[in-house]
């Protein structure tokens, strides 16, 4: 592995942890917080809904951003941006202030999330990009672990304005580093999906050798061209090019009355992004995260399903505009993809139960069972140490058995110890909990892995950005409709309370989690086909090349 690899693969996973640790930290800094700026609930709530809406509405675009301008580039800017508003948070004087700056924030994740893995893409030739996301998603689950722990240790130590001080000097040193690193061209890492014209694998310019074509008569004519061959026929330097005069001066191209016609027309780079499509999905986005977080909270019911609604309504003009847009932002090669949708679904499905459950199990083991924290972190020690170990062991799964393989025995784990801790009652010990929070992170850390290789893979690399801002727009919007889904059935069904046995909600989350299966099936079968990425389309107004 070159150093210019070992740069990308360090931004990309710290990139990843400092999102995972900072979103973890700021639940247990959130009661400080409160009490030291003298805010009310509604308030508080806001520090984190505030972030999710900026971080959803804009991954996608974010994504575009990226593979227009460059994922290292986006990445600097996110990363340094990021830590600039952690250190103003850090120092804001009231609620009002921290508000601002965790949407900011937002904003700057939103650009550094779908970098981490675009820049992946493009740096790592597609077989060997298993490892990489292998290494930063067990990064991703220590840092989610370890969040908890280090937050209330700063916290009770410093106080709350010391965890966001904690992101600052990770993300200003890899936005430096990446400010450093030159962005990895396609011929030189191999991750390429077709050719670049006059290049060849390796880089080297290919000469334009012409091999002769004999008529009937046997003269030699020089109108076919073949690669590796040499024409022994007569010099056609004489001969004019289209488009350049003897002397090689460019000529403009002449109509047959003699006008000459003007130069092609480029794409302004404004109408290349699709704006207008990057609103409608930042509307849609933030309308549905925005209502599923209101109607989790008390008395937030009709707010939350007046913002669902316009959310759908949003969704539908977008679908309308994507339809007719010249360069949609969501590009239609990457949403005809079976395996991409396949792939996002799992995420989606999976993430959901995933955090769905968590919200329940905490709940039941500090107020049912009377637990500590710390008590109720180590019963969930064992689904961090599996997310941890387990996901070096996905890549030679995936080789061995084919995503589709893998990603559903991941999916019948994660349903497996949901349906096991929707029969937990108050006598539940620490062994059982203990079971089933391992195979939560058994299933988990399958499913992410392979579904994440299966996205990245198979997304065209032009669009490795949009793939990866898909792909954690699902993991932000998955864990948002789990909790949402566990709250308003923990209301519905009020004698239940938290006890797992009695209640519905995790049977509910149960179900959402064998959604992923029929999901999974729908990934690459294949051990070799599920790594290969799709084909690009040819360009248009291209010959197609001839292989000798």
């Avoid at 913002?307 to 010249?326: N, S, T």
């Amino acid at each position: 592995m070159n150093r210019r690899r070992v740069h990308v693969l360090a931004c990309s996973v710290v990139g990843a942890a400092v999102v995972a640790l900072d979103g973890t930290v700021l639940t247990v800094a959130q009661p400080a917080l409160q009490r030291d700026l003298h805010a009310d609930v509604g308030q508080v709530q806001w520090t984190s809904t505030g972030y999710l809406v900026a971080v959803a509405s804009l991954l996608v675009f974010a994504g575009r951003l990226g593979d227009r301008h460059g994922h290292l580039r986006v990445f600097t800017v996110g990363a340094l941006g990021f830590a600039a508003a952690s250190a103003g948070i850090a120092l804001a004087p009231g609620i009002g202030a921290v508000i601002a700056l965790r949407v900011l924030q937002g904003v700057c994740g939103a650009l550094l999330q779908p970098a981490t893995l675009g820049m992946l893409r493009t740096a790592f030739p597609p077989d060997r990009l298993a490892t990489p996301i292998a290494v930063r998603t067990a990064v991703i689950g220590l840092a989610a672990a370890a969040g908890p722990l280090v937050g209330g240790a700063l916290v009770s130590a410093y106080g709350w304005r010391s965890v966001f001080l904690l992101s600052v000097p990770p993300t200003l040193a890899i936005g430096l580093l990446a400010l450093t690193t030159r962005e990895p061209r396609p011929w030189e890492t191999g991750a390429s999906d077709r050719p670049v014209p006059g290049r060849s694998a390796a880089g080297r310019t290919i000469p334009d050798r012409r091999v002769p074509d004999r008529s009937a008569h046997g003269r030699t004519t020089p109108d076919r061209a073949v690669p590796g061959r040499t024409a022994p026929g007569p010099d056609v330097s004489d001969q004019t090019v289209p488009g350049r005069t003897a002397s090689g001066r460019t000529a403009p191209d002449r109509t047959a009355s003699g006008r000459t016609d003007p130069p092609p027309r480029t794409t302004p780079a404004l109408t290349a992004l699709d704006p207008l499509g990057a609103l409608l999905v930042a509307i849609t986005l933030g309308l549905l995260v925005h209502g599923l977080v209101e109607a989790a909270r008390p008395g937030g019911a009709r707010t939350g399903a007046f913002a669902c609604v316009g959310a759908v309504v949003a969704g539908i003009v977008l679908a309308r505009h994507e339809r007719r847009a010249a360069r949609p932002l969501l590009p239609p090669e990457l949403l005809r993809s079976g395996p991409v949708v396949a792939g996002i679904a799992v995420l989606l499905a999976a993430s959901a139960a995933l955090f769905g459950s968590l919200f329940v199990a905490t709940y039941f083991l500090q107020d049912v069972q009377r637990l500590d924290p710390l008590a109720c972190a180590l019963r969930f020690l064992p689904l961090a140490l599996l997310m941890v170990l387990g996901a070096p062991l996905c890549p030679p799964l995936q080789r061995r058995f084919g995503p589709r393989r893998t990603a559903t025995a991941g999916a019948a784990l994660l349903a497996l110890g949901v349906l096991l801790f929707s029969r937990l009652d108050t006598t539940a010990g620490a062994l059982p909990v203990g079971v089933c929070s391992g195979l939560l992170g058994a299933g988990f850390v399958t499913l992410m892995v392979t579904a994440t290789s299966v996205v990245v893979h198979r997304a065209p690399e032009a669009h490795a950005g949009v793939a990866g801002g898909l792909q954690q727009t699902a993991m932000n919007v998955g864990p948002v409709l789990g909790v949402a889904t566990a709250t308003l059935l923990l209301a519905l069904v009020p004698d239940g309370g938290f006890v797992p046995a009695r209640g519905a909600a995790l049977p509910a989350l149960a179900a959402i989690a064998a959604l992923a299966l029929p999901a999974a099936l729908a990934l690459p079968g294949g051990a070799r086909r599920g790594t290969r990425p799709e084909p690009a389309p040819p360009r248009p107004g291209r010959e197609p090349c001839l292989r000798s």
